[in-house]
């Protein structure tokens, strides 16, 4: 076997027999899992004959919650494309300040205060942020679309026919406001005001001093100011929360003061969670902040500075667009003076799979096909037909966003005749492919 300049070469097969080899001048001893000890502590791996140098890598990140372990998902799976890495949890954020991470060659964090950030610079090491409370000097950065989470929340509620909009939030957490001030910013552009609920200081200095894996789902100390906020609000109001917890807050207050959601109120997460989405009542909606690619980008940012770590070239702060709104019955359509048009939609989406059709949803309604016509379109402004295309093309929408179903399988359930019908109909509506979208992910 011989090295190159990078530390690459190739392994001939006796050497893969032997427990023992020299090799450019280093003895290299067989280990645990395939891998070899060179003489100097490094890790060495047999990867397609190919002998590479192992990074060690720090991941710093809470798995509790949906986001957290979405991350982490990415982070394996671009860090195996990597093929010399390997990764270690680092919960104890202790052993950062007592150890300095010594035989690790970079860091992926969620750094949510100075503290930890002090201690990772103290190390040396490649950071690289994926929370992103603030841009931190010498660190890489990886952070969402905050303005664009804000105005796809805003796009998403008024397409559904909302006229009334509220925020909750937290005042004083830089992601909330910027997400809170982006969403009052695209109503207004719209022509529509938004009552925001305020928090004190208090409650966001309680919010910051909680680490991110040690939240729990629950009433913060504010339940009795929402409570009040919510219940002084007009009916038919969507409330747009910075997080799926707050969502899922606003959602049990609901329950407890009689409000029903989503006939008098709407509300919209961000996250999705499926958990916390599955535990309110009803199914709580909301949008996915694409975690999954945010460890993809960090994996990637950090292979950049540990090749070259004194290199300006290529960002060293990259923004993750939101994927789309995962829809359920927390924004269900629902009108007071056509309630009956609520159930019509429930409907049209339940039996999308078989193909409804437009008779089938005026034998359904009970009443004359001009009523039901007008009345769809005083909701939704579209007629029937209109919405039941449209059904099939958020159906199809999410299933290529938030699931890993074939082409074939997605046309199916959508309700359209083939697969190449769907292809057409798709591109010639939404103005790429299914598989374009599907790998644009938003």
Same mark, same amino acid.
């Given at each position: ?32 899992? =395939? ?6 502590? %490094?890790?060495?791996?047999? +990867? ?14 809470? &798995? ?17 494309? %990597?093929?010399?890495?390997?990764? %270690?949890?680092? !919960? ?7 150890? &300095? ?5 970079? *860091? ?18 490649? +950071? ?13 950065? $990886? ?25 909750? =939030?937290?005042?004083?957490? /830089?992601? /909330? ?22 928090? /004190? ?7 910051? #001093? ?7 789902? =629950?009433? =913060?100390? !504010? ?15 969507? *409330? ?39 535990? #309110? ?37 990259? $923004? ?7 829809? &359920?019955?927390? #924004?269900?359509?629902?009108?007071? !003076?056509?309630?009956? $048009? ?13 193909? *409804? ?14 009523? *039901? ?5 005083? $909701?939704?402004?579209? #007629? ?59």
């Amino acid at each position: 076997m011989s090295l190159d300049a990078g530390g690459h070469g190739l392994i001939y097969w006796p050497y893969e027999k032997k427990a023992n080899f020299l090799c450019g001048g280093f003895v290299f001893s067989r280990c645990v899992g =395939g891998e070899f000890l060179r003489g100097g502590g %490094e890790r060495w791996a047999i +990867v397609a004959d190919v002998c590479l140098v192992m990074k060690r890598i720090a991941v710093i990140c809470e &798995r509790d919650r949906a986001f957290g372990r979405g991350l982490c998902l990415g982070v394996a799976g671009a860090a195996a494309r %990597e093929r010399n890495w390997f990764l %270690e949890f680092v !919960d104890d954020l202790s052993v950062v300040k007592s150890t &300095r991470l010594v035989g690790f060659d970079g *860091v992926i964090a969620r750094i949510s205060d100075d503290g930890i950030a002090e201690d990772l610079k103290a190390t040396g090491l490649p +950071v690289v942020d994926v929370y992103t409370s603030r841009t931190r000097p010498g660190f890489g950065s $990886v952070d969402g679309d905050q303005p664009g989470i804000g105005r796809l929340a805003a796009e998403f509620l008024v397409s559904r026919r909302y006229a009334r909009f509220a925020y909750c =939030g937290y005042d004083g957490i /830089s992601y /909330s406001d910027v997400r809170r001030d982006s969403f009052v910013a695209a109503l207004a552009e719209m022509g529509f005001p938004c009552n925001v609920f305020h928090t /004190s200081k208090d409650v966001a200095d309680e919010f910051n #001093t909680v680490p991110r894996y040690k939240e729990t789902v =629950g009433l =913060g100390r !504010d339940s009795s100011e929402l409570s009040a906020w919510l219940q002084a609000l007009p009916p038919q109001t969507a *409330v747009f929360c910075c997080h799926d917890v707050r969502a899922w807050q606003v959602l049990a207050l609901c329950r407890a003061v009689g409000i029903a959601v989503p006939k008098r109120l709407a509300a919209l997460g961000v996250d999705n969670d499926e958990l916390v989405c599955s535990f #309110t009542s009803p199914p709580l909606s909301s949008i996915d902040n694409s975690a999954f690619r945010f460890g993809e980008a960090a994996v990637g940012l950090l292979s950049r500075m540990l090749r070259a770590p004194k290199c300006s070239k290529g960002p060293k702060h990259i $923004v993750v667009g939101p994927r789309g709104v995962c829809e &359920r019955g927390s #924004t269900a359509l629902c009108s007071p !003076d056509a309630e009956w $048009v609520a159930d019509i939609m429930e409907y049209i989406a339940r039996n999308v799979e078989r193909g *409804v059709r437009v008779d089938e949803v005026v034998a359904y309604a009970k009443r004359p096909a001009t009523a *039901v016509e007008r009345g769809v379109k005083s $909701v939704t402004g579209n #007629t029937v037909q209109y919405h039941i295309l449209w059904t099939r093309l958020e159906t199809a929408k999410k299933m290529l966003l938030f699931s890993l179903k074939p082409i074939a399988e997605i046309a199916r359930l959508s309700g359209f005749a083939s697969p190449q019908y769907f292809s057409r109909f798709f591109k010639a509506k939404i103005g790429v492919s299914p598989e374009a979208f599907r790998g644009q992910g938003t």
